[in-house]
């Protein structure tokens, strides 16, 4: 940036130090050229961009309390938004399952009775998913009314959680690609144990986060709680969307046949 320049190129700003007080651009703006448009737009910047979804990754899995915290408390900088990067998961989740499906030759076949309920099941997954957050958010602001967090605060520690949870699905969906004889070994191995860390992980999510306010029994009795009402909460909801869905369509709410896999 010359010396003549003193305001800021995209607000007009006065400019003091490295970066605008105002917008946050950074003060020393080149004129965009091949060399600089390689070395730092698309290197520099996707590699920025790799190392937050990473850091983020990580820290939904082996800090998700703590790094939920620390974001609330306003360490927020060094964090991907974890809502968009669980939608990106979860898109690449199921894009990953369907083309597994499509390449095996497996699909997913329901009776007469289910064909349209079960299509509309397929075509929602992500809706179904993603009530996860607002659900287990209501409930931690409910549940755990100590800490004094606001339910914006619960859904940030609930977003840090389903980060962590999708991207342990996504692993498991990558896995499951591998050829039989290596997927078999994997079935009684790696498969299993991330599905047991999936069922702990909102529990010591939880306790990094917010037990420091309870007795060690007192937090064990309100998370227990907690995963009962998440569990029922949710099966009722997707049970009474599914039954709508059902008479609005036919007219009846019987729904016979089950789903199953079938080559």
Excluded at 52 to 81: L, M, P, Q, V, W
Aim: proline share 2%.
């Amino acid at each position: 940036m010359s010396a003549q320049q003193h305001n800021c190129l995209n607000c007009g700003h006065i400019l003091i130090g490295k970066f605008c007080s105002n917008c946050g651009q950074k003060s020393d703006i080149h004129r965009i050229t091949l060399k600089h448009f390689i070395t730092h737009d698309l290197i520099h910047g996707v590699w920025h961009l790799e190392k937050g979804i990473y850091f983020t990754i990580k820290e939904s899995i082996f800090r998700t309390g703590k790094a939920a915290t620390d974001y609330i408390s306003g360490k927020r900088i060094i964090y991907y938004n974890v809502f968009y990067l669980s939608l990106l998961m979860l898109g690449l989740n199921l894009l990953v399952l369907h083309y597994f499906l499509a390449y095996t030759g497996m699909e997913l076949k329901t009776s007469n009775g289910m064909n349209e309920v079960g299509g509309f099941l397929k075509s929602n997954t992500k809706v179904f998913i993603l009530l996860f957050i607002p659900l287990i958010s209501f409930c931690g602001y409910i549940i755990f009314r100590k800490n004094k967090l606001n339910f914006a605060e619960h859904t940030i520690i609930a977003g840090f959680l389903f980060c962590g949870m999708v991207f342990i699905s996504l692993v498991q969906t990558l896995l499951s690609l591998f050829p039989t004889a290596i997927k078999n070994i994997l079935d009684y191995s790696i498969i299993p144990l991330l599905s047991y860390i999936q069922v702990l992980l909102p529990a010591w999510t939880y306790y990094k986060a917010l037990s420091a306010k309870y007795t060690r029994l007192g937090f064990v009795w309100r998370i227990v709680l907690m995963y009962i009402i998440v569990i029922i909460f949710y099966l009722l909801v997707v049970i009474s969307i599914l039954f709508i869905y059902k008479y609005i369509k036919t007219g009846n709410f019987e729904i016979d046949g089950n789903f199953y896999f079938q080559n």
